[in-house]
């Protein structure tokens, strides 16, 4: 299941994923990295997707928590937010957010 919100298109803001639940004591967050990708859907499924770069900015960790900036997006359209952190431990951890653009 995926983590969801909506947007406005003209709307610009940060959202963030804590990892702290998934770290060891002393673990720390060293290197993020965010991606986007417009999906499309079929029979409850993403069918497919392209990358749309440009409704992210900004990439940034503090502590146990990622965050990127979203941005514009075309009215309509669906897409899939990919944050991930390499711990120093050596984790990898992914979470991906689906973000729904609707002009209200």
């Not at 992914?94 to 973000?99: A, G, S």
């Amino acid at each position: 299941m995926y983590n969801a919100f909506e947007k406005q298109p003209g709307e610009k803001y940060p959202i963030s994923v804590d990892y702290l639940d998934r770290m060891d004591t002393g673990e720390t967050v060293s290197s993020c990295a965010a991606s986007a990708y417009k999906i499309t859907w079929a029979m409850g499924r993403i069918s497919s997707s392209t990358a749309a770069t440009a409704i992210l900015s900004s990439v940034t960790h503090d502590d146990g928590a990622v965050q990127t900036t979203v941005s514009a997006g075309v009215d309509g359209e669906s897409y899939k937010v990919s944050i991930s952190a390499t711990t120093s431990d050596g984790k990898v951890l992914e979470e991906d957010i689906l973000m729904w653009v609707i002009a209200k």
